[in-house]
């Protein structure tokens, strides 16, 4: 169980996020969606102990993550940053054994839980046929999926991932967003993301939380967050909102912008 109680965040002096109350529900996956400068990506990252808050706590288990060891911590979440960069000539092997590392006494010594566990990360994610392969010199997806790998390597029930599939072409989104659900399914991992796209939202993640200026404004399943209302306040556009033909999960269908729609009915009046 993650959650955070009263939590304030701040760069400098200008307050982000304000007496944030979020339970992420366990063995789940949770979609923070909003416009860009919300805060979502600010909240992941003060979350997964990245950042550290003003005031108010995240608590993992019923304990506070920013008073806990960074080890400790990192047996417990793991995270994957936007856009994360390796160093060139990195292998995918090399990259994803850095997610040992909470669990090894001294640099570069492996156990043999530790390779296990890169083997089957690499496995998981079907990177292991180009494990020896430079991760610079890997397609967007497959990078990813090599970042992944490194993550799952950690061993940890929750997993942060900030837009995951920035960048990526609609055949690379789907592949990441697949793999992702494939972990949720199968492995029972607790996935908490960022996601610029609404309708990849909906149709992956089963709890939704819709930010606006550092606040929640709706949270939930699909069906109970992609409503016009939320849409029009969260983004500000309308929108229709049509079951998927094939999942029946919510899509979102934009057609105007919320503030036009305004000024049009006022020249109309």
């Known amino acids: 169980m993650i959650l955070t109680k009263q939590l304030n965040i701040a760069y400098a002096d200008q307050l982000i996020v304000e007496q944030l109350n979020l339970c992420i529900p366990e063995g789940k996956i949770t979609a923070l969606v909003g416009a860009n400068g919300s805060g979502k990506s600010t909240i992941l990252r003060t979350m997964a102990r990245i950042m550290k808050p003003l005031s108010g706590g ?143 939202a909906a149709r992956f993640a089963q709890h939704m939380v819709a930010i606006k200026q550092g606040h929640i404004i709706s949270e939930g399943s699909p069906v109970q967050v992609m409503n016009p209302n939320v849409i029009r306040e969260v983004f500000g556009i309308e929108a229709d909102i049509i079951p998927d033909p094939r999942s029946g999960v919510p899509l979102c269908m934009p057609y105007e912008l919320a503030d036009r729609t305004v000024n049009m009915m006022a020249c109309v009046s």
């Not at 850095?98 to 990177?127: C, H, N």
């Not at 180009?130 to 397609?139: A, G, H, T």
């Not at 061993?155 to 920035?166: R, S």
């Open 58 to 200: 995240v608590y993992l288990d019923g304990k506070s993550i920013h008073q806990q060891q960074t080890k400790e911590v990192a047996r417990q979440l793991a995270i994957l940053p936007q856009n994360p960069l390796a160093p060139d000539g990195l292998t995918v092997v090399e990259l994803v054994s850095y997610g040992r590392f909470p669990y090894q006494q001294g640099f570069g010594s492996q156990s043999a839980e530790d390779k296990r566990m890169i083997e089957w990360a690499l496995e998981v994610t079907g990177m292991t046929v180009m494990k020896d392969r430079p991760v610079d010199q890997l397609s967007g997806g497959q990078r990813q999926r090599a970042w992944i790998a490194m993550v799952l390597a950690q061993g940890t029930e929750i997993m942060f991932l900030d837009e995951p599939t920035t960048f990526l072409d609609m055949a690379h989104q789907l592949e990441v967003l697949k793999l992702l659900q494939k972990l949720n399914e199968e492995e029972g991992r607790t996935i908490i993301m960022v996601v610029h796209d609404l309708n990849h």
